[in-house]
């Protein structure tokens, strides 16, 4: 059997990357991965070579080739069903499954005003309303999971729920988001993950800046008064 390839990007700056790489690495499988940098002139013909979508994360196995992240976690949890990839009961799963679409479809206030930059520090940088509102919501989403399901993540152990939710845990801790005890509690635990770790550790030594990705503390581009 081929080995599964996993295409991503830059590692400080690919939130949609690090959402299956995170998973793939928890569940234990076995995977090479390609690295694509962003923002370069053949960034494009790069990405095209392994999909016609034109975006990363790409997941080749053998002659099968799936992008677009959500897909692919439901793949691998297809594939390998004794890895705890989704949770154990119906509800759950199906509870996760909504949570991680909403992730997938969702807070783009979130995402245009707090690019994932899991290697800086910029506490204070204030939300647009868009971005309020959305922040607001994820509390409101991981807060119900971790009062019903409880435990160190949304649904008890690990799932790919948590996956689609790293990007925003990272974001979270990168602009000093004010959370409660139980979301902080949370954020910690994925970020200590081993595996996030290493993701982490491995986005510190990119030397690579994206300028699209980097934002300051002010507001001025947004055209919010301060
Ligand atoms: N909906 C897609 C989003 C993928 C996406 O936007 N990926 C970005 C990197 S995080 C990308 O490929 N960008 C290519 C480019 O900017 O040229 C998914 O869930 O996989």
Redesign the pocket.
Known sequence: MEKLKLVI?NKN?????L?PWLAMQIADLDFDEVLIR??QDD??DN?LAYSP?????VLIDGDITI????A?LEYLAEKFPDRGMWPETAEQRALARAVSSEM?AGFPGLRSHYPMNIRKRIPGRRPTPEAAADIDRIKEIWGDCLERYGGSFLFGAFCNADAMFAPVVSRFETYGIEVDRACRAYMDDVLTLPAFEKWSAAAEAEPWVVEADEVDRGLADFGVPE
Do not use: D, Q
Not at 67 to 70: D, R, T, Y
């Open positions: 990007a700056y690919s939130s949609w990357s959402r962003l923002e960034t494009r990405i979508a034109g975006r990363v994360p992008w677009e992240s959500l692919i997938h």
